[in-house]
């Protein structure tokens, strides 16, 4: 997790040394979603690693507020929420059923550079909080809810269709590997597990997602 954040803040850096004054716009809010996939180590399910392959993709939306105190460069406040599930039988036998939800909110540092006119390309990275919460029912009532430190970055290609709005589309990268502790609730009993650290929950996901952009 330390090489990603450290990596966020290198590109960043090598972007700011490139952008260029264009625009007087002070503040942005956009608005995306698309499909997230998730990738390498991935691990979403609550009842350990050995079912994380049943989980692949999911939905995502994005929102984004940004204020710009120079043309080029802006702070801001990102939220994401993601979504999916799975359906399989627990050690061959048993049905399961879930719905998966993360939530994640971060403060953003974000650069935009236009060129050829009305097409602009926008950088922004962020470090945050995420939620992850699982209900699951068909033969086993249960509910896990956990959180973890996460880290962002977005790069996204718009194009202004007007003077104060824009349609966009990009990619945005999300890691979190810090879920050390699940609170799960079976038949209204609960209990606190903390998994070893091959079989704890992780996410690591690329959203390809495709929205606007509103400028004033």
Sequence with gaps: MKRCYLSLFLLFFVM???????????????????????????NVSPVGV???????????????????????????LKGNSFTTSG?????????YADDIVTYYVAPQLEMRRSFRNNFLISF???IGYMYYKNESANEINMKTISHSDAANMDLMFEYKIMKRL?????????AADNFKKMKRTIEQETIIIKPQK???????RIDYIFGIVGAF
């Design 166 to 174: 824009s349609i966009r589309g990009g990619v945005s990268c999300i």
């Design 16 to 42: 700011v040394l490139l952008a260029q004054k264009k625009s007087d716009e002070k503040f942005l809010i956009s608005v995306e979603a698309g499909k997230g996939c998730l990738i390498g180590k991935s």
């Design 87 to 95: 359906d399989y039988l627990l050690n061959g036998k048993v049905n």
């Design 198 to 204: 091959w079989d704890k929950i992780q996410m690591f």
């Design 124 to 126: 922004g990275m962020g």
């Design 50 to 76: 050995n079912y994380r392959n049943q989980y692949s993709s999911g939905i995502s939306i994005n929102t984004k507020v940004m204020y710009f105190w120079n043309s080029w460069i802006g702070v801001g």
